[in-house]
């Protein structure tokens, strides 16, 4: 009789144990299952010439936070200012020069310190073979030459300005882009003998035009900023995609197409 209830005991023992282990998985799964997700869009503002590296780290973003949707918005930098001054919703701004982030910053527009994460430096663009058999940046001021560059107001047409100012070189262009990309187009469609854009822009133009270095670019070598922006719909996640922008995934996609990394 005596050993009836001892092993009666140890059975029950037994199945107390595995209950509350039974349990405790439960309430592991349940903890688990109800961690929030992140989920939503987040937008970003972006400068042109960051087309092909961000299109890319969009990718990258989307793959590691399932649920979460990047919407991209490329335009030269001082559209993108006015578009936020003008109170658009977006996340993330990212410029192609300091002077247009400084506009986002003295307006109190931006949530947090801008952060630098790349360089670029000016480039001639001409057709793959090279009409005008341009050389030189002195060559872009010689009569005939057609030649298309960005707006004044536009971080390109800025750094053309300083070039020409430190070249001692006056240029008479067509026209003035209100995007780097607008350059671009109007050398590769034949339009223009020549445009200055960013060595970036012809390395992802993939062969459709031919780039010409010039010793007068490093006089205008131009800083791109990246901040959160106020009142930001998904700010959490704009503060992890200009980390992911900063760390390793965005130093090998800038440093792909030629940015140089701080």
């Known amino acids: 009789m005596r050993k009836l209830v001892v092993a009666i005991g140890s059975t029950a023992l037994l199945l107390t144990a595995c209950g509350g282990g039974a349990s405790s998985a439960a309430g592991s799964s349940s903890t688990a299952s109800s961690a929030p997700k992140e989920s939503g869009t987040l937008t970003v503002l972006a400068a042109a010439s960051l087309t092909t590296s961000f299109n890319k780290l969009k ?4 793959a590691a936070h399932p649920g979460v949707t990047v919407k991209l918005t490329y335009d030269g930098s001082s559209t993108l200012v006015q578009q936020i001054t003008n109170g658009a919703a977006a996340d993330v701004f990212a410029s192609a020069d300091t002077a247009n982030m400084t506009k986002i910053t003295k307006a109190g527009l931006n949530a947090g310190t801008p952060q630098l994460f790349a360089r670029n430096k000016l480039e001639i663009a001409v057709p793959p073979n090279n009409p005008k058999n341009i050389a030189s940046f002195a060559d872009l001021a010689k ?118 990394i701080p």
């Open 59 to 62: 990718t990258e973003f989307e």
């Open 143 to 260: 009569p005939g030459t057609i030649v298309v560059v960005c707006a004044d107001a536009v971080p390109c047409g800025a750094a053309a300005l300083k070039v020409e100012q430190a070249a001692g070189v006056t240029i008479t262009p067509a026209s003035k882009e209100t995007a780097v990309t607008g350059v671009l187009s109007k050398v590769e469609s034949g339009d223009a003998d020549a445009g200055l854009v960013y060595i970036t822009d012809v390395n992802s133009a993939g062969g459709k035009v031919k780039g010409i270095g010039f010793p007068e670019a490093d006089k205008a070598i131009n800083d791109y900023p990246i901040t959160v922006l106020k009142n930001a719909p998904q700010a959490a996640l704009a503060k992890e995609f200009i980390d992911f922008v900063r760390g390793d995934a965005g130093r090998k996609e800038l440093g792909a197409v030629g940015f140089q």
